[in-house]
């Protein structure tokens, strides 16, 4: 390997922890300088709301991993996952999301459905077309939640967002044989891997849809519930703002691959969207609050879900098709 190359990964992977560490600062800064106003709202625990908060978390992770297995299922060639299995699947891998890169998550899924006869193009397609849904469904939800809330955004900025994304996502309907096309080339020469096109019919991403509407829905309440369960009190009324917060930013940070699972990164843009420059306590503790439930969930699903993968992965064989049920590009109906 090259000294040009050693340098080039050793930036990559230094600029996550340099990323976070530097956000870390800030709100540690941000907590001891506004440490007197915080202690002015006396905050107290609310049990009974942080616990509905991981229920919406748990709703965000469950309701896509059943919408994962359906898409696999449908796409499979025959052959098939139980829910228990997805589970073992998507919310096991999900915990190295950690990882700075996100790419260890999807080479996980590979090697454990190797031996269930699904193709590594398969397992990376269905990924995509989640993830696809999931993130036009959080920024169409998280901008019209601003919509109808206090933003540092201009509002003229909010409402284009927002109907640009409507548009292109009625496009995605109208013309999704062709941007599957389109992603599949691209992902092959960006990532020197053959993923075939496979034809998707407009049920299935119908139902995506509502799939991925249902979660994201359930995260952004989670924002609210784990406000009101640190002990602030915020009206109904205060819910747009908070769900668009947390989804805007969460969105956004998906792609900052340098650092772990977004960590920090969101966390900034949660202050942004919250209005932290003007000296809120909410906008500072928040985001921080929201972290943690995450991550409880995180280990807490990801565990369960370790428990679960012994049985997808002991004691079977591959099929006699080295890469299971192959993908090739079918004309739209």
């Avoid at 994304?165 to 599957?180: E, M, R, Y």
């Avoid at 792609?255 to 000296?279: C, D, I, S």
């Avoid at 807490?300 to 080295?322: C, D, S, Y």
Wanted: aromatic residues 12%.
């Amino acid at each position: 390997m090259s000294s040009a190359r050693v340098v080039k990964l050793g930036l990559r992977y230094a600029a996550g922890p340099v990323i976070v560490a530097c956000i870390v600062l800030f709100f540690y800064r941000a907590l001891r300088d506004n440490w007197g106003s915080i202690r002015a709202q006396h905050l107290d625990f609310e049990p009974s709301f942080l616990a509905i908060s991981v229920l919406c978390m748990l709703v965000t992770y469950l309701v896509p991993t059943y919408g994962w297995q359906f898409t696999i299922n449908s796409l499979g060639g025959g052959n098939k996952l139980t829910f228990s299995q997805t589970v073992a699947t998507v919310n096991s891998s999900n915990l190295v999301k950690y990882v700075p890169g996100k790419v260890l998550t999807y080479a996980l899924q590979v090697y454990w459905l190797a031996n269930r006869g699904f193709s590594k193009s398969l397992v990376v397609y269905v990924n995509a077309l989640n993830l696809l849904v999931s993130l036009a469904v959080s920024l169409i939800v998280g901008f019209g939640c601003l919509l109808f809330a206090d933003s540092p955004i201009p509002a003229q900025a909010v409402l284009g967002i927002f109907a640009l994304g409507v548009l292109l996502d009625v496009a995605g309907f109208g013309f999704h044989g062709l941007l599957l096309r389109f992603a599949t080339g691209l992902y092959g020469r960006v990532f020197k891997r053959d993923v075939g096109y496979v034809d998707v019919p407009l049920s299935l991403l119908a139902k995506l849809h509502g799939v991925h509407l249902i979660s994201v829905v359930a995260f952004g309440l989670s924002s609210y519930f784990t406000a009101r369960g640190i002990g602030y009190y915020v009206p109904a009324s205060a819910a747009p703002k908070l769900m668009a917060a947390i989804l805007i930013s969460d969105t956004i940070a998906f792609f900052a691959v340098v650092t772990p699972g977004g960590l920090g990164v969101r966390e900034g843009l949660m202050y942004f969207v919250l209005g932290g420059a003007k000296g809120t306590s909410l906008a500072i503790t928040l985001p921080i609050a929201a972290r943690a439930v995450h991550m409880f969930v995180d280990v807490l699903l990801g565990g369960t879900a370790f428990k679960l993968l012994g049985n997808l992965t002991k004691g079977v064989a591959p099929p006699p098709a080295a890469d299971g049920p192959r993908l090739e590009a079918r004309p739209d109906p």
